[in-house]
Every structure is written in structure tokens, then in C-alpha cells.
């Protein structure tokens, strides 16, 4: 499984369990689904001002934390981490509101069944 440190719920997206560039790097890495730290600074340095060291920090993060695995490789330059998705964005959606619904009933179910039942209706 991954692991998370926060639960933002006034925030969308992947945003709402991973920072603003875990959620871009994350993105990144759904499409390419293996890469290094050099592709994934590429693909965000036009729309950033990240330097290279910062995304190496984020990806071994989300290595640590179970989202990404990595493997050494060989390039030109010496050796290098390759990154690898280890759930999809389907799977790790599914996760994410698992454990947010499971906690939700274990702390305050009559509630939540009752919203729950609520936003269906209207949905």
C-alpha cells in the first residue's frame, strides 16, 4: 500500500492527499509510467521554477511512501534512478476514498450514512 501525512479536504484532486508537485510529478508519471528525475524536470520546469534537486527529493519521497518504486540504472552520464508507477490513478483514487470513508464511519457513522444516502439522491 502508499501512505499519505495529510487529508485536505477544501483542496480538489490529488491535491486533497499529496502536495502540489507530488500532484504534478504523480501526474506526470501516470503518463509516462517509468522515468527518471531528469524526464519528470523536464516535462514540469516550463511551468515551474523547480530546480532538479527538489523533484530527486519528491520522487524519493513517493518512493518512501509507496507510490512510486525505483531501480538503478546505466546512462551516458553514470548511473541513475529509474522511477516506476506502482498503482494506477484508478486504484490509487479508490484507496484514498476508501480510507476516507472508512474513517469517516468509524468516527462518525449515523452521519456520514446519512450524507452519504443525501448526496446520492441529489446526484
Known amino acids: 500500500m502508499f501512505s499519505w501525512t495529510k ?29 527518471t528525475t531528469r524526464t519528470i524536470y523536464t516535462r514540469l520546469k516550463g511551468r515551474h521554477s523547480v530546480n532538479r534537486s527538489t523533484v530527486n527529493v519528491v520522487m524519493s519521497s513517493l518512493c518512501k511512501r509507496g507510490l512510486l518504486s525505483s531501480r538503478v540504472g546505466k546512462g551516458r552520464g553514470g548511473l541513475k534512478y529509474i522511477y516506476k508507477v506502482r498503482f494506477s490513478r484508478a486504484r490509487f483514487e479508490r484507496e484514498v476514498v476508501g480510507k476516507v470513508l472508512g474513517s ?14 443525501e448526496k446520492v439522491k441529489r446526484a
Request: glycine content about 2%; cysteine-free.
Open 7 to 35: 487529508y485536505n479536504p477544501h483542496k480538489n484532486g490529488l491535491r486533497t492527499v499529496l502536495s502540489p508537485l507530488e500532484s504534478e510529478v504523480m501526474e506526470v508519471m501516470w503518463r509516462e509510467k517509468r522515468a
Open 104 to 117: 469517516l464511519l468509524t468516527s462518525f457513522e449515523r452521519t456520514t450514512r446519512k450524507q452519504m444516502k
